[in-house]
């Protein structure tokens, strides 16, 4: 029995039908009826041929032999054949190479009778490779009796493959100057952006003192709190956040900030921090201002992590759920001997690399529960568990989790929540810096919203944070800081206070002073990720501008001559271009000026491999189907070469 391919309509319909089902059609076809059984008999038989004449004289591996690359027609034409898999193609008078036709190349090339050549008949995957075309070839003739123009547009798109190579995102050289310059251009912004969405990780205490250090305010209460001398202030980062890590453990007990400000010790570190203070002489009323802000700024600089680690502080108590945990997690033999903060951060990690978040309240939830309990099953199997002993587990990690944290939480809410808290931390953390406030007092005018009386350094934090994000919101659209000072609104935001310093009598140096520094404050507090990225765009952007114009890549007229050599692609890229059939009875190279000329005008490109390396292939098909249509026209497989038929004789 055979498979007949099924194509519902011409034209570019009946190929996007085709193209669409192609894959199941395609392995229907293959497995159906004597194709089937010459497919099997090629692939045990063909190790046993050592000669062209062991090939030839098989009639049946013969036919698979020539129809995989198109020369069916020849089948009865011994002489050339042998010809053509003797004489190789290493020689130009080869007859494979006299015949102005890729076909015989390829087939002398697949079996390697030539001279100097070892036969590849005993090659499996060589030979694989020839099956792969027969039943391509097959496929496409029963696709011909159903349609013939779905034959050729089906041959014609294998046969760029073929001969071009499947598209390579990494190869450029196939490329037109400009599209591999904007192609180099493109790569070099993704290597500068990374991932669009970058990987979860768990927040370190080097980390985070690395921000801290970076806020006036948090330098100015831990500076008092752990009693840093002034001296610090002349230390490279790495040195500074090393001191502020050894005096917080000495102070403290912990050198992370998330245990610093953790529930149980935030009101403790304040209290250090307002105690010494005092000592030092801090006026009282600076010393209530500094504790508030750095208390807003560090709250939600850790209350992602504090929150979490609350939560594994509690499953890791749970005897149950520590057990289920220590084999879903592959968690440390030690772990329970570790500092308690830092075991909470490899709990974390662990839960990232196995079920894909650290927050039970996620992967606990309804939805995620049954995926993170197939995790500790797959786990406890291989660790030798026994079925009853899983199961048991997991009835109760089930249960608890279930009972403690499914459904629990609004997801929407909760980062509307956060994404506020981290709004208002960036306008406390501004309120403490050194030289942005005046800058952003004066663009965003803050006097002009207080009542008759009020003086607005006199306010509360609380107060003065309602000012400045409504005065953002109404002369920017937004109060958030980080989009505020983003590249393309700075610019909006130096204005502003341009324009009211200039009205309030300010000196054109004090104006540009203080514009300077509260930019450079800025940038670091809130686009510090951007800064390196825009460096690297300029760095990209001056590759692009300075590529060699000149260079003028592979040669299309080679190109061309190598699709000219097979009828079957002359006939589809004439139909395709839309010119007429005369091309065919020009000169050769005048013909080939004519399809360079007319592709530029109907792809925007002179070369062959540019079709398939800016995926214009398709658009090739589509524009062979529709012409085809139009002109009733239809392309064959005639080898019509005058070499040829003195051979035949």
């Known amino acids: 029995m055979t498979y007949t391919p099924l194509i519902p309509s011409t034209g570019v319909a009946g190929w996007n039908f085709l193209q669409s089902t192609y894959d199941r059609q395609y392995e229907a076809f293959i497995q159906a009826g004597q194709l089937k059984s010459d497919s099997e008999y090629f692939a ?147 290597e500068i952006n990374g991932p669009e969405d970058d990987a979860l990780s768990v927040t370190s205490a080097q980390d985070q003192w690395a921000d801290i ?114 084999i879903a997690l592959g968690l440390p033999d030690d772990i329970d001997r570790r500092d308690t903060s830092e075991a909470m951060r490899i709990y974390r990690e662990k839960a990232i690399e196995a079920f894909g978040t650290d927050d039970p309240n996620i992967f606990a939830n309804g939805s995620n529960l049954d995926a993170t309990l197939d995790v500790f099953r797959e786990k406890a199997a291989e660790t030798g568990m026994s079925n009853s002993e899983i199961s048991s587990t997991l009835r109760t990690a089930e249960t608890i989790l279930k009972f403690s944290y499914s459904e629990k939480t609004n997801t929407v809410e909760a980062d509307a929540a956060a ?114 990225t825009e460096a690297e765009f300029e760095k990209a952007l001056e590759k692009l501008r300075s590529m060699n114009d000149d260079d003028e890549g592979p040669s299309a007229n080679s190109e061309w001559f190598t699709i000219m050599g097979q009828q079957a692609m002359t006939d589809f890229m004439q139909v395709a271009l839309g010119l007429p059939k005369e091309v065919g009875q020009m000169d050769v190279d005048r013909a080939v000026e004519v399809y360079k000329r007319k592709s530029i005008q109907v792809l925007g490109t002179d070369k062959p491999s540019e079709f398939i390396a800016q995926g214009k292939m398709d658009d090739l098909v589509n524009l062979y189907l529709t012409r085809s249509q139009l002109n009733s026209r239809s392309s064959g497989f005639s080898s019509g070469n005058a070499a040829l038929m003195m051979l035949r004789g």
């Not at 831990?222 to 090393?242: K, M, V």
């Not at 050194?434 to 009020?454: H, M």
């Not at 306010?459 to 980080?482: C, H, M, N, R, W």
């Open 44 to 190: 045990e038989n063909i190790g046993n041929v050592n000669s062209t004449d062991d090939l030839l004289n098989d009639r049946r591996l013969l036919q698979v032999a020539v129809k995989a690359f198109g020369l069916e027609e020849e089948i009865n034409y011994r002489a050339l054949l042998q010809r053509t898999l003797n004489e190789g193609t290493s020689a130009k008078d080869a007859v494979a190479n006299t015949m102005n036709d890729e076909r015989y190349v390829n087939f002398s090339d697949a079996f390697g009778f030539g001279p100097g050549q070892s036969p590849l008949t005993s090659d499996t995957k060589a030979m694989k490779a020839v099956l792969d075309k027969f039943q391509s070839a097959s496929f496409e003739e029963a696709v011909g009796d159903v349609d013939e123009t779905m034959r050729t547009a089906l041959f014609a798109k294998r046969a760029m493959l073929e001969v071009f190579g499947e598209p390579d995102e990494e190869d450029l050289s196939v490329l037109s100057v400009k599209d591999r310059a904007l192609k180099e251009f493109n790569k070099a912004l993704e």
């Open 419 to 532: 994404k506020a808290a981290e709004v208002d931390a960036g306008w406390y953390t501004i309120m403490g810096q050194t030289g942005v406030p005046r800058f952003l007092n004066t663009a965003l005018d803050v006097n002009s919203a207080l009542d008759a009386g009020e003086i607005f350094s006199d306010l509360t934090p609380d107060e003065q944070l309602e000012i400045y994000k409504e005065q953002a919101v109404a002369i920017f659209g937004s109060d958030d800081l980080s989009k505020l000072t983003s590249t393309y609104e700075i610019g909006s935001l130096k204005d502003a206070y341009r324009t009211n310093a200039e009205a309030a009598g300010e000196s054109e140096f004090f104006i540009t002073y203080y514009a300077q520094i509260a930019e450079r404050e800025l940038n670091t507090l809130f686009q510090s990720d951007e800064t390196d």
């Open 213 to 326: 250090i970076e806020r006036d305010v948090l330098t100015e209460f831990f500076n008092s709190a752990l009693r840093i001398p002034a001296s610090s202030a002349g230390l490279e980062d790495d040195e500074l956040i090393d001191l502020y890590r050894s005096r917080a453990n000495v102070v403290f007990g912990s050198d992370d900030p998330t245990v610093l400000f953790s529930k149980d010790n935030r009101e403790t570190t304040i209290g250090v921090y307002k105690s010494r203070a005092t000592i030092d002489g801090v006026p009282a009323e600076e010393v209530t201002r500094t504790a508030t802000l750095a208390g807003n700024v560090l709250d939600q600089m850790v209350s992602r992590d504090a929150a979490l680690n609350e939560e594994w502080d509690f499953i890791s108590r749970q005897q149950p759920l520590a057990d289920f945990m220590d």
